[in-house]
Protein backbone atom coordinates (compact mmCIF):
# COMPACT_ATOMS: atom_id res chain seq x y z
CA UNK A 1 0.00 0.00 0.00
CA UNK A 2 1.31 3.37 -1.13
CA UNK A 3 1.70 5.81 1.87
CA UNK A 4 1.77 9.56 1.56
CA UNK A 5 2.92 12.27 4.46
CA UNK A 6 0.60 15.03 5.26
CA UNK A 7 0.93 18.04 7.43
CA UNK A 8 -2.45 19.89 8.18
CA UNK A 9 -4.40 21.96 11.11
CA UNK A 10 -7.25 20.20 13.13
CA UNK A 11 -8.63 22.09 15.49
CA UNK A 12 -6.01 24.72 15.63
CA UNK A 13 -3.18 21.73 16.13
CA UNK A 14 -0.35 21.03 13.84
CA UNK A 15 -0.12 17.04 13.11
CA UNK A 16 2.47 15.04 10.81
CA UNK A 17 1.17 11.93 9.79
CA UNK A 18 2.06 8.89 7.33
CA UNK A 19 -0.72 7.04 6.14
CA UNK A 20 -1.78 5.07 3.37
CA UNK A 21 -3.38 6.92 -0.08
CA UNK A 22 -6.38 5.61 0.02
CA UNK A 23 -7.45 6.76 3.75
CA UNK A 24 -10.18 9.40 3.72
CA UNK A 25 -9.98 12.48 6.01
CA UNK A 26 -12.55 10.77 8.26
CA UNK A 27 -10.32 7.56 8.67
CA UNK A 28 -7.90 9.89 9.50
CA UNK A 29 -9.93 11.90 12.10
CA UNK A 30 -11.64 9.02 13.87
CA UNK A 31 -9.05 6.14 13.10
CA UNK A 32 -5.35 8.09 13.40
CA UNK A 33 -6.29 11.10 15.76
CA UNK A 34 -9.01 9.69 17.90
CA UNK A 35 -11.61 12.10 17.34
CA UNK A 36 -15.11 10.22 16.94
CA UNK A 37 -17.33 13.55 17.06
CA UNK A 38 -17.18 13.14 13.21
CA UNK A 39 -19.66 10.39 12.16
CA UNK A 40 -19.50 7.76 9.13
CA UNK A 41 -23.03 7.83 8.09
CA UNK A 42 -23.43 6.98 4.19
CA UNK A 43 -19.34 6.81 3.27
CA UNK A 44 -21.25 8.31 -0.62
CA UNK A 45 -21.45 12.09 0.78
CA UNK A 46 -25.10 12.41 0.95
CA UNK A 47 -25.99 12.10 4.72
CA UNK A 48 -23.45 14.97 5.91
CA UNK A 49 -22.79 13.28 9.28
CA UNK A 50 -19.28 13.60 8.09
CA UNK A 51 -19.26 16.84 7.98
CA UNK A 52 -16.22 19.25 8.20
CA UNK A 53 -14.91 22.48 7.50
CA UNK A 54 -12.31 21.64 5.20
CA UNK A 55 -10.20 25.11 4.10
CA UNK A 56 -12.88 27.28 5.17
CA UNK A 57 -15.60 25.54 3.69
CA UNK A 58 -17.91 22.69 4.20
CA UNK A 59 -17.06 19.44 2.80
CA UNK A 60 -18.35 15.84 3.74
CA UNK A 61 -14.72 14.10 5.01
CA UNK A 62 -15.64 11.22 3.38
CA UNK A 63 -14.71 11.85 0.47
CA UNK A 64 -11.72 14.05 0.60
CA UNK A 65 -8.35 11.53 0.16
CA UNK A 66 -5.42 11.55 2.43
CA UNK A 67 -3.05 13.54 0.03
CA UNK A 68 -5.50 16.34 -0.54
CA UNK A 69 -5.24 16.58 3.33
CA UNK A 70 -2.03 18.07 3.23
CA UNK A 71 -1.42 21.89 4.13
CA UNK A 72 -4.93 21.83 4.92
CA UNK A 73 -6.74 23.41 7.94
CA UNK A 74 -9.67 21.35 8.96
CA UNK A 75 -12.24 22.07 11.99
CA UNK A 76 -14.53 19.08 13.52
CA UNK A 77 -16.94 19.56 16.00
CA UNK A 78 -14.53 19.20 18.58
CA UNK A 79 -12.81 22.33 17.80
CA UNK A 80 -16.51 24.17 18.07
CA UNK A 81 -17.16 23.67 21.70
CA UNK A 82 -16.36 21.54 24.23
CA UNK A 83 -18.60 19.55 27.40
CA UNK A 84 -17.18 21.82 29.57
CA UNK A 85 -17.32 25.00 27.13
CA UNK A 86 -19.97 24.44 24.81
CA UNK A 87 -20.45 26.69 22.11
CA UNK A 88 -23.72 28.51 21.54
CA UNK A 89 -24.53 26.77 18.68
CA UNK A 90 -24.46 23.61 20.70
CA UNK A 91 -26.38 25.11 23.84
CA UNK A 92 -28.81 26.44 21.01
CA UNK A 93 -29.37 22.63 19.78
CA UNK A 94 -29.89 21.29 23.05
CA UNK A 95 -31.86 24.27 24.72
CA UNK A 96 -34.60 23.38 21.42
CA UNK A 97 -34.29 19.57 21.65
CA UNK A 98 -32.27 19.55 18.20
CA UNK A 99 -30.44 16.69 19.29
CA UNK A 100 -32.94 13.35 19.47
CA UNK A 101 -30.38 10.47 18.68
CA UNK A 102 -27.79 12.41 18.16
CA UNK A 103 -25.59 11.08 15.34
CA UNK A 104 -26.46 13.81 12.98
CA UNK A 105 -26.20 16.69 15.25
CA UNK A 106 -21.94 17.05 14.95
CA UNK A 107 -22.77 17.47 11.48
CA UNK A 108 -25.51 19.90 11.58
CA UNK A 109 -23.47 21.93 14.07
CA UNK A 110 -20.48 22.24 12.27
CA UNK A 111 -22.90 23.22 9.01
CA UNK A 112 -24.38 26.05 11.20
CA UNK A 113 -20.80 27.38 12.44
CA UNK A 114 -19.92 27.63 9.13
CA UNK A 115 -23.40 29.41 8.22
CA UNK A 116 -23.01 31.69 11.12
CA UNK A 117 -19.83 32.89 10.60
CA UNK A 118 -20.27 33.65 6.95
CA UNK A 119 -23.89 35.04 7.35
CA UNK A 120 -24.63 36.01 11.21
CA UNK A 121 -28.42 36.86 10.36
CA UNK A 122 -29.68 34.17 8.19
CA UNK A 123 -33.25 34.03 6.83
CA UNK A 124 -34.89 30.60 7.43
CA UNK A 125 -34.40 30.34 3.78
CA UNK A 126 -30.88 30.73 4.05
CA UNK A 127 -30.58 27.94 7.31
CA UNK A 128 -32.14 25.63 5.06
CA UNK A 129 -29.81 25.96 2.33
CA UNK A 130 -26.88 26.22 4.90
CA UNK A 131 -27.91 22.86 6.23
CA UNK A 132 -29.18 21.65 3.09
CA UNK A 133 -25.94 18.85 2.96
CA UNK A 134 -27.12 17.32 5.98
CA UNK A 135 -29.86 14.70 6.96
CA UNK A 136 -31.82 13.56 9.61
CA UNK A 137 -33.98 10.19 10.02
CA UNK A 138 -35.41 11.29 13.54
CA UNK A 139 -36.48 15.36 13.08
CA UNK A 140 -38.78 16.91 10.72
CA UNK A 141 -36.37 19.56 10.88
CA UNK A 142 -37.79 22.54 13.09
CA UNK A 143 -36.42 21.89 15.77
CA UNK A 144 -32.86 21.83 14.16
CA UNK A 145 -34.11 25.06 12.31
CA UNK A 146 -35.21 27.22 15.73
CA UNK A 147 -32.01 25.82 17.24
CA UNK A 148 -29.78 27.55 14.34
CA UNK A 149 -32.16 30.66 14.56
CA UNK A 150 -31.81 30.97 18.94
CA UNK A 151 -27.76 30.14 18.12
CA UNK A 152 -27.69 33.35 15.59
CA UNK A 153 -30.20 35.49 18.24
CA UNK A 154 -27.08 34.35 20.98
CA UNK A 155 -24.05 35.12 19.16
CA UNK A 156 -25.19 38.35 17.40
CA UNK A 157 -28.36 39.76 19.07
Same mark, same amino acid.
Given at each position: ??????????????????????????????????????????????????????????????LV???????????????????? %? &? @? =??????? #????????? /? +?????????????? %? &? @? =??????? #????????? /? +??YI????????????LN?
Amino acid at each position: MKEVSINFKLNGKEYNLTVPTNLTLLQIIREKLNLTGTKRGCGKGECGACTVIFNGRTVNSCLVLAPKVDGAEVITVEGIGTFE %N &P @H =PIQEAFV #EEGAVQCGF /C +TPGFVVSAYDLLSK %N &P @H =PTEDDIR #EGLSGNLCR /C +TGYIKIINAVKKASEKLNG
